[in-house]
Each structure stands twice: as structure tokens, then as C-alpha cells.
């Protein structure tokens, strides 16, 4: 019989590894902290032992710390204007269930297991969001900042804004967290310990993705306990398995866990995994794990319960570390105290269009997005629109048409009986004649002091992304040597950009060409630009992406990407100073624009991002008709291997931009050839297995080459066992 259960509980947890699903971030979060500050990790493990070692002396002496806590709570709304922005109502909804998780008033504590029912309990700790803001004014607990670094977010959002922490606990609402993990898996939310705040309070609080954030609006449907989860973290709860094989996460009265359980759900109690019992543990593994324990992996609706030793933990950490966050003077300071008097606050303006590019003619529909204060308590909206028909507007959410090309600013004052507030956004519509000034071939070279803007030809502007980074800039420093087919034989200046220079880790840096007329075009028509760039050192992770818009940059496909490898143009190697090319480090790159070809109005979009780069160039941009200016060209827009490394066969993917007779081969490591094919094929995203030219692939290393008139595309493959 036990043998048959044993083999049963083996299964099963085969079964739920392979859905294992690591979605806390809090020990990646960690562990990428010791890595990037060496020598914090000693200092916090000692921190950690000391706290351990207080913990088990109060135990030991009988010293209580049955004090009840207030903790002021702010959240930082990270968004882009869309679902992310998440309401008030959905905030207050996630403190709702924070406070009935950590006070045992949730309705399913009759799934917690009567033998382990005597030790869960009311943590005797509030979560309350804060009336008053840092600088005194009236708040209703929540910022909202409009970001780029909502999406795969990481500590990046926390330099946007964050409350002094010995004040408050900082939230931040994300679209998306980064996985910077090893394992696969969608990151929820992730803490900070407290033992860190003293090293680093500017990372303090937690980050939370939207559709986890409460239990109604973007998180229908999920049970709002992650933030319960990460609260417990930035308490100092440890998780349940003690983040080993059956370790220990320092409370006595919580059973040994093996590791985390995915899945594992009330109708598999008791659930035994076969560690022993510690020395000092309450309860005995008899009772098996305590899998509906908040700290624990499985699902949100499969928990129910902090344990008492986990409260004492918690208070206890308030007592070490969070000393200030929960005194009444705190508290009468951020409004979170009992006798608080809740009043309306002022509005503050914020808003947003549908799209901010557009074609002469074209319509915006604005939306009022002004928070801090009820909606219905805005008493009057005041709009201007420079440029925009009307030019003024008294509703709350107005439609605008732009009938001249230009750049124009839009500015939103709100009003209610206590105050009101006034955002102006300078160049926030950005509308271009429906047929572009200028036609193919459009060639800028950036010899112009006056780039990106030039005032006796407003048509020839790029514009450049507004950011308080370091970003595009214009240099005499070096210049390409003319790989671009029409050679204007000036090389003085080119433009770039670094990511080392950049603070806001995460953020895009844009570049947004002219508007080009293609009506009189014919394809094959190509961006084509020169490229030098270096990688700084091991850590550099840059990536340039080229989208381009047929409609005055209100919508944009995306036709061109590339990492750091594929950027680097010296070869890969590091260079830790100044990358300054030398004439053979620059690369011609391009962009197949065939499907822009009889268009009016196409417009070019840099985007650039990263951390720890080098200096990337750009010069010499040109939009043309390659066949006109008698390029040495090949008809290949991007060749793709996939999967690589593979186990056995692989997809060859390409985009041909016009119907060709290309020959297609396999070499091996020491150039022989194994197979060559010739192949008519039409303009389209082609795909061909590895094994239909070669059927005998063995594992070792390999080069596609695809090939049309001696001129083309290689790229390696790895074929494993
Ligand atoms: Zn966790």
C-alpha cells in the first residue's frame, strides 16, 4: 500500500512540474541584486541570521510583539494609456482582499484543514491607502505616469516615482514584469525584503502585474492574493519550502515543505512529500504540507491562510526595520490614521488622443484620463488644441480635426470646487501633408549642423523622442565612409546614440524620419542606411528596431530588428572606451519597403533600446529604388533559422521582396558542400525544412547560404543530439 502511494505522489508531481509555473519574482529579484552589488549579500545574510536569531530569543523569553499596524499604501499606475491604467475601484478592490487575507477575514478559511486551523490567524497588520501625499497635498493613494516601461517591467519603474519608503509601501502596476528568472514562466509580482532597505531604498515596495492587481477590471477572474503573497515577502516571509529541498523558512508553525506546490488544491489534503519533521516545529509532518499557505506557489483560490508564527514574523520585521512606517505620527502624516477625515481632493489633469501622428484631414478623439478625485466631482473642462478644429473644447472627452500638416501642442485644464490642474503637452499631435514634400530617392546624410531640425525646410525635420536620457544626437566624430549607393563624397558627421549613458533602463529612444512620397515608385524600393556599433562589455544588451507607416505614422509594421550580435560591426569584440570606427567597421543595412511602393506618405521609425552599449552610428540614410542606382543587391530581407541549436530538423525561413531563381545550400564547418538546390520562388515569406536538401544531418556545426548572381545571406546552424 505505501508503495503504491508512493509511486501515485510521483506522478502527480511529474504531472504538475511540467505546468510549474514560477510566478514570484521576490528570490530572482535577490539573487540579481547580490550579483549586481557584490558584497551586499554578506551583509544581508548576517542581517537575516541576526533577525533569525532575535526571533527565536523572543520565542524562547516570551516576548510578545502583539502590537497592531497601520501601513500607509501608495500605488504607481505604470501605463500607456490603455487597460493598464486600471481604476481606483480595482485598487481599492486588491486592499480589500489584502486586508481580509491578512486579518483571516477571507470567506474561504473553511478550506484551511482543522489540523492546521489553530494556527492560522489575524496577522494583526492594515494596509490603508494614503490621504496625503509626500508633499502634503490631498491624494487618493494612487499616481499614474505614463511609460514605456509598463511593458516587461523591472526595479526601471521604481526611478519614475516612488514615496519615500520609511513612509510608505510603494506599489507599482505594470503592464508586464521581465522574467528574470531562469526558469520559464510568466512573472506576477516580485518584493523587496526589508533586510534591503537600509542598502537599497530606492528599490523598495513591490511591482504587480494589472491583471493581477485585485480581483475585478483587467483581473477578473484571478484571486487577488499575489500581492498578499509579496506583501508577506516585504514583511521577511520567506517561502514556505525555504527556497530548498525541504528547507526551512524560519516559522515554527508551519510544516516542512519540499518545494513549491503548483496545483496542489484542497481535495489533495494531507500532502505529504516526505520531508521530516525540524527541530521546534509545532506541527508534525504528519499533518502533511501546508500547500493553502499564502507563501506557497499553488493557486490564489487554493490558499486561505498566513499562520501565527508568519504574523509574529511579519510584526517583527515591522519592529527591525520598518520602525517609522507605522507610528501614529506616520501615520497622521499620510492620512492613513483611524481619525482621518476624508475629503475631496483637487484633480489632476492628465489626458490622452487615440493617435497623436496623423495625415492633414484627419480626426483625433480625445479622452480626459484626470484622476484624484471622482470623475463626476470634475465640475469643468477647459481644452485648447493649436492647430486642431475647434480649437477649443468645454467636453470631457472632445473629437479634433487637424487640417495642416505640423506639430502642434494640446493642453487640458479640470476643475472641481476644491482646485484645479493644467497639463500641457508641447508637440503632442504630429500631422504631416497627406503627400509627402519630398520623393524617392530621399537621401540624408547628416552633414547639416542644423539636423534634426532645420528652420528654412520644416519638411526635411526628423524628430527625435522627448527623454531626459542622453539620446539621439548629432557628431563630427566620425563619419561612414559612403557604403549607401549615392555618394555625396562629404564624410564629416553622422548621428548616434548609447545605452550606457542611459538612466531609465528599458526606455525607447525614437527617430522618426521625414515624410517620403513612393507614389511614383516602383519596387524593388529599399531603406538603406550605414551602421557602425560595438558592444562595451559582456552585459551589453542593445536592439534597433526599424517600423515603418504608410499612413502618417498613426499605425506602424515593424521590418526590421536586431540584438546586439547581429548590430556589432567590429567583428564582437569589447571595446570598454569610446567606440570610434574605423572606415572597414561600418555595415550597409536595410529595410525592404516593397510593399510601400505607390504610397504618399511613408514614414521611417528608429527605435532604439538597451543598457550597457557602446556608441551605435547611423549615416547616410537613403529611400530608393534599389534597381535605379544599380545596387549590387540580393533579393533576401532577413534570413531566419528555427529551431537553433535544433535536435534534428529546422525551418529555413526568408522574405523575398520580388520573385527570384535563388540557390539555396548547406556547408559544413570546413566549407565543403553536403547539398545545393536551385529554386524558383515568388515574393513572399518563404519556408523550407533543413532536411528536405539535406536528409542525413548528423550534429555538428552548419552554414545556410542562400544565394542569387554570387550575392547573399549565410547563417549558422546548430544541430545537436
Ligand atoms: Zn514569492
Redesign the pocket.
Known sequence: MKKFITITVGLLVGIFSISAQN?????EHQKKLYTDNPGLADTLEERLEAFNRLQEENAANGVRNDDHHIIPVVFHVIHKGGTENISLTQIEDQIRILNDDFARLNADTTNTPSVFAEYAGDTRIKFRLAKIDPDGSCTEGVTRTFSDLTNNAKDNVKALIQWNPENYLNVWVVKSIENFSETDGIIL???QFPNLLWSKSETDGIVLRDDHCGSIGTAQGVSGRTLT??A??WLNLI?IWGDEDCGNDQVNDTPTAKEANHGVCTNHFPWDRGCETGSGQTITQESGEMFMNY?D?SDGYCQNMFSLGQGTRMRSAINQYRVNLTTESNLIATGANDNYVTVDCAPIAEFKANFTYGCAGDGLNYESNSYNTPVDSISSYEWTFEGGTPSSSTEQNPSVIYNESGIFKTTLTVTNRVGSSTTIKEAYVNISPENADMSAPYFQNFESNEFPTFDNNPHWNWTTSASEDPSWQWTTEVSSPNLSPIDNNINSASIRIRSSEFNQIGEKHILITPSIDLSNTLTPVRAYFDLAYARRNGNSNDNLKVYVSKDCGRTWTRRFNKDTDALATNGGGNHFFDFAPTDNQWDQFNVNLNTYAGEGNVILKFEFSGEEGNWLYIDNFVVCNSNDLSLNDHPFTELNIFPNPSKGDATIEFELYQDAEIQIALNNIYGAVLAQENLELKAAINSIQLKEIYSSLKAGIYFVQLTQNGSGVTKKIVITD
Open positions: 510566478w514570484c519574482g521576490t528570490v509580482g516580485f518584493a503573497h509579496e508577506g515577502h517561502h507563501m506557489y
